[in-house]
């Protein structure tokens, strides 16, 4: 009797334990390393820096935090917010994404002068970087005074819908993080490139100087994201514009 009341409460706790894990809900994590040469510019030193960025995706729904600043994307609420952390403000905006509309009123003079050009071209080469068995293409971006000459390294290898996210999130992920808005010819250079990008280099030339900058994913995978990750932190004000950033900021 004992023996098969031990065994039914068994079966009830493995039913209530593979019942409560329908219920945990697991979001995508994704860690990424970067690194940028120190550089002068217009008498100003910046030194070199190491940075982490994070990334979470859910349902619908995404996170890009580096340095202070972090991107949020909701396509059920068809929002992005962009959030500065030093000052606890954000602002916010309807998808699709034009960055124009968040500019300050004296920047928007000079964005006919920084009108983004991009150039995408898959290369033969192949290369294993970590766990991913990558391809490689060259990218060539002119925006304005400045260039910027990109090599990135792209897998097929993950453990999620790499397609669904470079239409769904990644265009606006682009815009979100370079503070710029891009047209359809250039967000379809994009298009090209074919899986997830786990590693870049990058070279801009601006002003007889050169900036070198690399990255790296070293972390994918599923988890629960913390309370809240997908929401404006409390206490933080809604503005209007950009907070326009400094180089090496």
Not at 44 to 50: I, R, T
Not at 151 to 172: C, G, H, I, L
Request: hydrophobic share 40%; glycine share 4%.
């Amino acid at each position: 009797m004992r023996k098969s009341t031990r065994f039914a409460s068994s079966i009830v706790f493995l039913f209530l334990l593979l019942f409560s894990l329908n219920f945990l809900k697991a979001e995508l994590y994704i860690k990424t390393q970067s690194h940028t040469d120190g550089f002068e510019m217009m008498g100003q030193k910046s030194p070199a820096k190491d940075d982490t960025s994070e990334q979470w995706i859910g349902d619908n729904r995404m996170l890009h935090s580096r340095l202070d600043q972090s991107s949020l994307i909701d396509l059920e609420k068809n929002r992005v917010y962009i959030i500065y952390h030093k000052t606890k403000t954000y602002v916010e905006t309807t998808l699709p994404l034009n960055m124009k509309k968040l500019m300050p009123q004296e920047m928007l003079a000079m964005l006919s002068m920084w009108k983004i050009q991009a150039e995408v071209t898959p290369t033969a080469e192949t290369k294993k970087i970590g766990e991913w068995n990558c391809k490689g293409y060259k990218i060539d971006i002119t925006m304005g005074m400045m260039s910027m000459e990109m090599k990135t390294w792209a897998t097929e290898d993950v453990p999620f819908d790499w397609k669904s996210f470079t239409s769904k999130m990644y265009p606006t992920l682009l815009q979100a993080s370079i503070g710029q808005h891009m047209d359809e010819a250039t967000l379809n250079q994009y298009k090209k490139i074919e899986g997830f990008q786990v590693a870049t280099s990058v070279t801009i030339k601006i002003m007889n100087q050169e900036i070198k900058s690399s990255s790296k994913v070293v972390e994918i995978s599923t988890k629960p994201a913390p309370p809240g990750i997908f929401a404006i932190p409390a206490g933080y004000k809604k503005q209007d514009t950009l907070i326009m950033q400094k180089w090496g900021m």
